[in-house]
Nanobody, 118 residues
């Protein structure tokens, strides 16, 4: 399995921006599809964005055009650039790794809190 640690969350005003990161270790990072999920209080965890090992990206409709997911395989890092933030974006953001080598092998980070409020 790969170990994941998120960082970069915090408090930001509506319309502001944040970049959160996910540091991976313990496995062959380039063989994983990566994703960001989020969970708001009282809500189910939802998919935000994904990036495959081949750098193909996908976004939830709610963040499309505002968020950008990227990866740096040399640094074993995944990023989520969040622009034009809205209060509805407030959630704990979790990093996810899905192995392309071992079917069904998935890892999760502990999450980083993003709060959008004035």
């Amino acid at each position: 399995q790969v170990q994941l640690v998120e960082a970069g969350g915090g408090l930001v005003q509506p319309g502001g921006a944040l970049r959160i990161s996910c540091a991976a270790s313990g496995s062959i990072f380039s063989f994983y599809d990566m994703g960001w999920y989020r969970q708001a209080p009282g809500k189910q965890r939802e998919l935000v964005a994904t990036v495959t090992s081949g750098d193909s990206t996908n976004y939830a409709d709610s963040v499309k055009g505002r968020f950008t997911i990227s990866r740096d395989n040399a640094k074993n890092m995944v990023y989520l650039q969040m622009n034009s933030l809205k209060p509805e974006d407030t959630a704990v953001y979790y990093c996810n790794a899905q192995s392309m080598v071992v079917p069904g092998l998935t890892s999760w980070g502990q999450g980083t809190q993003v709060t959008v409020s004035s």
